[in-house]
C-alpha cells in the first residue's frame, strides 16, 4: 500500500540558509500535518493543512511557512535556519473518512526528513 | 509544559510475557488516544487507539486501557515478540482539534 512520501530524507544546510522539505500524502488523503523531533524529545505539531487551507497551527517559528498544493502535496519552507532547527521533521496524512466506527482520522507518518544545520 | 508523560524511558521484557507500557496525561479536554510505534529511520506507525467514552479496546496482541479518573493509559501487549522491540508513544488529542500532542516515548526491547 503507498505511504506517506517526504523528501528528502537527509538534509544538511549551514546556519542562515534556507530549506525545503516536501510531503507528498497518502493517495486521497486530504489533511496533511506536519511535526519535529528534536534529539531525545517527542515529536511536536508545527501545522495542518486541510483541503489546501492551514487548519491548524501549533509551535511553528516564523521564519518557518507552509502550504498545501492543489495535488495535496505540502512543503514546509525553513529560513535563517539555526543550530537548533536539527531535528526530525514528519509529514502525516488523514483521510476525510476516517477510521470505521471512528469519528476521528487517524493520521499516518511519513519516514521522516532528518535536518542538519552546521 | 509536558501534558503527556511517559515516565519509564526504557523497558525490557522477556519474549513471552506481558509488556506493559503506560502513559499519564494532564490536560482533561483529551478525549481519544493513540499508541504509536516507531523503528529507526521510520515514522510513527499507528498500533492501537481509545476513545475517552471507553476504558479499553483490543486488537490481537494488544490492548489498550484507559482511567480517565486517574489520567493514565496503559498498553498491553502479549506475548511479546522480538519485533516489538521499537521506541512507542503514547498520543493525544482533543475533540474537534487534529493534532496529536505525544509522549516522549519508552523503548521497548524485547530478549529473545
Known amino acids: 500500500a503507498a505511504g506517506v512520501i517526504q523528501s528528502p530524507r537527509h538534509l544538511i544546510k549551514e546556519k542562515r540558509e534556507t530549506a525545503t522539505l516536501k510531503c507528498y500524502p497518502i493517495?486521497?488523503?486530504?489533511?496533511v500535518y506536519w511535526y519535529q523531533q528534536g534529539p531525545g524529545q517527542d515529536p511536536q505539531f508545527l501545522i495542518s493543512?486541510?483541503?489546501?487551507?492551514?487548519?491548524d497551527k501549533g509551535s511553528i517559528p516564523d521564519r518557518f511557512s507552509a502550504q498545501q498544493f492543489s495535488d495535496y502535496h505540502s512543503e514546509l519552507n525553513m529560513s535563517s535556519l539555526e543550530l537548533g532547527d536539527s531535528a526530525l521533521y514528519f509529514c502525516?496524512?488523514?483521510?476525510?473518512?476516517?477510521?470505521?466506527?471512528?469519528?476521528?482520522?487517524?493520521?499516518?507518518f511519513g519516514p521522516g526528513t532528518r535536518l542538519t544545520v552546521l | 509544559d509536558q501534558q503527556v508523560k511517559q515516565n519509564s524511558p526504557s523497558l525490557s521484557v522477556q519474549e513471552g510475557r506481558i509488556s506493559i507500557l503506560n502513559c499519564d496525561y494532564t490536560?482533561?479536554?483529551?478525549?481519544?488516544f493513540l499508541w504509536y510505534k516507531k523503528y529507526p529511520a521510520e515514522g510513527p506507525t499507528f498500533l492501537i487507539s481509545?476513545?475517552?467514552?471507553?476504558d479499553k479496546n483490543e486488537d490481537g496482541r494488544f490492548t489498550v486501557f484507559l482511567n480517565k479518573s486517574a489520567k493514565h493509559l496503559s498498553l498491553h501487549i502479549v506475548p511479546s515478540q522480538p519485533g516489538d522491540s521499537a521506541v512507542y508513544f503514547c498520543?493525544?488529542?482533543?475533540?474537534?482539534?487534529?493534532?496529536?500532542?505525544f509522549g516522549t516515548g519508552t523503548r521497548l526491547t524485547i530478549i529473545p
Open positions: 502525516a496524512s488523514s483521510s476525510p473518512g476516517g477510521v470505521a466506527g471512528s469519528s476521528y482520522n487517524e493520521q499516518f
Open positions: 493517495p486521497r488523503h486530504d489533511t
Open positions: 493543512f486541510y483541503e489546501k487551507m492551514q487548519s
Open positions: 490536560n482533561s479536554m483529551f478525549d481519544y
Open positions: 481509545i476513545s475517552s467514552i471507553k
Open positions: 498520543a493525544a488529542r482533543r475533540f474537534g482539534n487534529e493534532k496529536l500532542t
